[in-house]
């Protein structure tokens, strides 16, 4: 959004997208580059502006769910190779082959399907195998060997492999090991039955981070190139410093002293205790404040204040410690002074994680963007 006119925003420092994968590049092996995961409008980031940083950051692919999102990237201008994650239809083949994206091959039956299209070019696909996600991809030795004859067609350029592992952000790497190992057990099948290179990526944030070592060419850097840890256990090994990319901003649009025993918000489910500085925030659960989040706080002036009373589509009220004026600035993620409220605040109050946090802003909230490439 270039212009805009509302008093809420979320503010995105790219500089900290750039510090985190300059930071990621210094823990990996030499030989280890970087896809910069942007899929859900790059978590919430914006995925233009966070595929333009991180490319200029040194990542050099891009990885996303849908093609969708794949094409917005092209369409926007950006050259650098994308990956489809996810699920693309074999009939949709044909725009990804115009596009020059890459898509994710593991049915036996979508191969045979994007066999009988007659392809202007080929597409260029990555097999993903499913070494213990139980998400999508090819489980079985059988399974691969069926698959890989149907693969030597001018239709296909297979040009990388990759897994995606369960439990990388955990502590016990009982089940990561059994994954890596049996990915090097494919592997091993897959080079007695095939001649050309590969590329083969398959770390996460927390695997890449952990486990730099165990790296292959490439890692799938998301939730850690916007500066967040992917779990407690993660947080706490800090085996990179981060810096938070997103903050979320607002401005006080009414304030007002109320006397004791006044009702605040639908349902009238507060009441005041006593007399009380209550201020009013252009914010609601259509921005993605959820109306869970009553309870949690916000910063003004860099005190914390109370989310008081039901939380509306537009607007949510709080208890001001002190009084306070119209247009001050409310921070809901991010520093004020020397308070902080992190997204992992957020997320804990809402019992889920910062991802969700994250891809929750909606689109009806501004993003800015402070050096921009
Ligand atoms: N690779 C794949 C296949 C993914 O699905 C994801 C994230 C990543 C890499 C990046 O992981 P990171 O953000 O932990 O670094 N996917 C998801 C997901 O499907 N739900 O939460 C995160």
Redesign the pocket.
Known sequence: MEKFYRDSWVEIQLENIIYNIQQLKKRLNKETEI?A?V?ANA?GHGDIEVARSALAAGAKRL?V?TLDEAVRLRECGVEAPILV??WVRPEHVYAAADYGITVTCYQKEWVEEVLSLSLPKPVTIHL?WDTG?G?IGIRKKEELLDILPLLKNKNFHLEGI?T?FAT??EISTEHFDNQRAYFEELLHLFRANWDGEVVLHT????A?MRFPEKMFDYV??????YGLY?SGVVKKEKPINLKPALSLHSRLIHVKKVDKGTPVSYGATYITEREEWIGTVPLGYADGIRRALQGAEVLVNGKRCEIVGRICMDQFMIRLQEQAGVGDKVTLIGTQHEETIEMDELAEKLST?N?EIACMISSRVPRIYIDKV
């Open positions: 896809y995961v899929k978590y990885a769910a994650m996810g993903k996600m998400r990759f995606h990388a952000d770390g996460n944030s927390a890449s799938r850097f998301g939730i850690s190139m992917p994680i991802y």
